[in-house]
């Protein structure tokens, strides 16, 4: 359902534009062309077409493009409050209107001093701009807050699914928007204050946890954006919606089984998800001339850092095992293997959640099996499930949770198990080894979702050539 609103509110929207245009003496296609769109009406409006430039740049680009937009319906007459609303909310209804209106008409460049004075009152430059920025502040915020949110991926771990330099948009009506929980925050800061750092956000007011109604209940596999759980801890302390955001793929939901065999995922005994992409680590040992690294960087091939040493010939590379066969061709390579855990393996830098200290060893490769809680889920309070659970009943679900001599107290109450307020869910990365997930900090509440990931607006290839900066075959690509 979300998808064909969606594909209604582009569409109407995009055809409302093509009349508008048409209207003010450009070509229709004009009105469809990303970028070149905006270039178009900044001509339209009297503004710089230089300001295109400022779309590119994360905030700024929300007031330049309604700057240019709502000049354009200005030109057009369109001046009222709820015109602007209107414009700004459902576009899809009121541009086609407007555009197959005859009384509606292109009036002019709106900035022009002749336009200004003809058709409105005298308002003084800076009143233009505090109108906009006001207005442009108030929309935004509620689009972003309830309706849709752009989002960059800024690590590898969800390759190649989901690619650095992807540009999203994440989807708060799926699964329903949050109420705000901390409303006292500055526009557009997520937590922190830009350029002078600090707290973005005042905790003076704070909400209870709510979720207004969605389209669809949250589903196995779903990729999802959610806050990082664990910056409730110190240093960050952070309340839960001013959280950093992760994106990941939900493999576990509420109730489920999870656990995993040299890398192989099983959620309730049965295979889980296997990207078409698996990629996992190979180390590669190589004679002092080490690798070709040109190839690897139009392989698009991500080195880990930590572990690659050219100087000694050591490289650890994610790859999948297509690009593991390529690159094994290359010369100089003197030991070539796929790093994969075995049972037992207590490499402290992937082991897993819980952590466990009574001798059971977990690594990313090699866990379980644990039980995703579920809401009104009772479990038994023991050794193994404590170390499991212990962080949701305390941090999550605001308990007083200990362990004395003769057993454990819950607030202050003496109990031998719990039953769980929330629903959780396990999440993990694509790359599997490249990712910082359920695995390092154990479940992800209900509370802490933000939205459904949609479909990629924008990929930008940070290493590609000028040319080849745009992935353009991942321009509105639908997520899966």
């Known amino acids: 359902m979300w998808y064909i609103i969606l594909a209604i509110y582009i569409i109407g929207s995009a055809y409302g534009l093509f009349l508008l245009y048409k209207k003010a003496g450009k070509q229709g296609w004009e009105a469809i062309v990303p970028i070149y769109s905006q270039y178009v009406m900044a001509q339209l409006v009297g503004r710089p077409t230089w300001w295109i430039i400022w779309l590119f740049v994360p905030i700024v680009n929300v007031f330049i493009f309604y700057d240019l937009f709502l000049n354009l319906i200005k030109a057009f007459g369109k001046r009222r409050f709820w015109e602007n609303a209107a414009a700004v ?30 058709y409105f009152y005298k308002k003084s430059m800076g009143r233009e701009w505090a109108d906009a920025i006001i207005f442009a502040t108030v929309a935004a915020t509620l689009i972003r807050g309830f309706l849709i949110e752009a989002y960059m991926i800024p690590t590898g771990s969800m390759e190649r699914s989901l690619l650095i330099g992807d540009f999203l948009f994440v989807s708060k009506l799926n699964y329903g928007p949050r109420i705000p929980m901390t409303p006292l925050a500055f526009p557009f800061a997520h937590h922190t204050m830009p350029i002078t750092g600090g707290k973005a956000y005042s905790e003076a007011i704070k909400v209870p946890y709510k979720r207004l109604p ?134 402290s830098e992937y082991a897993a959640f819980p952590f466990y200290d009574n001798g059971i060893i977990w690594n990313y490769d090699n866990f379980g099996p644990i039980q995703v809680p579920k809401k009104g889920w009772t479990v038994k309070l023991d050794s193994l499930t404590v170390p499991l659970y212990e962080r949701a009943i305390k941090v999550y679900e605001g308990n007083t949770f200990e362990k004395k001599a003769d057993g454990y107290y819950l607030n202050g109450q003496k109990t031998d198990s719990y039953t769980f307020k929330m629903d959780y869910y396990w999440m993990m990365g694509d790359n599997r080894h490249n990712s910082l997930d359920s695995r390092g900090w154990g479940f992800v509440p209900e509370d802490h979702i933000v939205g459904k990931a949609l479909f990629t607006w924008l990929s930008w290839d940070e290493d590609g050539s000028f040319l080849s900066k745009i992935r353009w075959n991942r321009i509105f690509r639908p997520i899966h």
């Open 89 to 118: 909310l459902v576009p899809f209804i009121v541009l086609p209107m407007w555009g197959r209106d005859p009384n509606v008409k292109y009036l002019g460049i709106p900035t022009s001093e002749e336009f200004k004075k003809k």
């Open 214 to 347: 969605g389209f669809q209940d949250i589903k196995r596999n779903d990729v999802v954006v959610f806050n990082y759980p664990m910056e409730a801890d110190a240093p960050f302390n952070r309340p839960i919606d001013k959280r950093e955001n992760y994106i990941k793929r939900l493999v576990g939901m509420p109730g489920d089984v999870i656990s995993m065999e040299r890398t192989k995922l099983f959620v309730n005994g049965e295979p889980g998800f296997v990207d078409e992409d698996f990629q996992t680590n190979y180390l590669i040992m190589t004679d002092p001339n080490g690798l070709n690294m040109q190839k690897l960087l139009d392989m698009r091939l991500e080195l880990d850092q930590r572990y690659t040493n050219p100087a000694s010939g050591q490289y650890v590379i994610h790859m999948t095992k297509e690009e593991a066969e390529e690159v094994k061709k290359m010369g100089n390579i003197k030991q070539f293997q796929e790093i994969i855990f075995e049972p037992g393996d207590n490499n």
